[in-house]
């Protein structure tokens, strides 16, 4: 089945930490995205890439750091920058910026400081 | 920024009832996407519209994209224990400055009343 995978579900992280969040997807989309949603919040976008090796900035990019290497996936990393961590992160996909805006949504990670 | 208005915040009703819902743009959407979380999930796409005055439905679920382009609601019918959740809009503006992005409503929190 097709689809995108987060990983981790849930992740803790001390104070001063990198962590890495993981994003794969199988669906052959061309544009990946990350977004942080804070209880009772909508989605904010962090990063996004409409191709490999190429990502830009979202709204809320401090802090926080991409990569494209492969089609596939768009790992995530929250650095000992991003003042408050402590979010559900949401990875998702479509087929292309260019195409159709449609975004499929991985399940989410939920990172904690602790 | 473009923002987009979704009322109500969140909805308290019986189980039988219907349901609405709605997301408002000051400027003029190319696509208006209606999306599903569950408590700790991804958002699921439930409806996606292309066209002004389109109107989709989905089981028991139906949407319109609005004749000027700044709207588009959400109906419920028959609400049932499994509609709980929170339903979030989101539009495609596809204006060169939005960088092509989704610009998401805050989102309504559906309650069923015991």
């Known amino acids: 089945d097709g689809g995108i995978t987060q990983s981790p579900k849930y992740l803790f992280r001390k104070e001063g930490q990198n962590v890495t969040l993981s994003c794969e997807q199988n669906l052959n989309h061309d544009a990946m995205y990350w977004y942080r949603q804070d209880p009772g919040q909508g989605l904010r976008l962090i990063y996004y890439s409409q191709i490999v090796n190429d990502f830009q900035k979202g709204d809320i990019a401090e802090g926080y750091s991409v990569s494209r290497e492969k089609k596939e996936s768009f790992p995530l990393t929250v650095t000992s920058a991003q003042k408050n961590p402590t979010a559900f992160y949401l990875c998702?996909?479509?087929?292309?910026?260019?195409?159709?805006?449609?975004?499929?949504f991985g399940q989410g990670t939920r990172l904690t400081v602790v | 920024g473009q923002q987009l208005n979704q009322s109500p915040q969140s909805m308290f009703i019986q189980e039988g009832e219907d349901v609405s819902m709605n997301c408002t743009s000051s400027s003029i959407f190319n696509t208006w996407l209606w999306y599903k979380q569950d408590p700790g999930e991804g958002p699921v796409l439930l409806i996606a519209?292309?066209?002004a005055g389109e109107l989709t439905s989905n089981g028991r679920l139906t949407a319109q994209f609005g004749i000027t382009r700044k709207d588009s609601f959400l109906n419920i019918s028959a609400s049932i224990p499994s509609d709980v959740g929170i339903y979030f809009c989101?539009?495609?503006?596809?204006?060169?400055?939005?960088?092509?992005?989704?610009?998401w409503g805050a989102g309504t929190k559906l309650i069923i009343k015991p």
């Open positions: 519209l292309y066209k």
């Open positions: 989101a539009g495609d503006p596809r204006v060169e400055d939005s960088n092509y992005q989704l610009i």
């Open positions: 998702a996909s479509s087929i292309g910026v260019f195409m159709n805006t449609e975004a499929f």
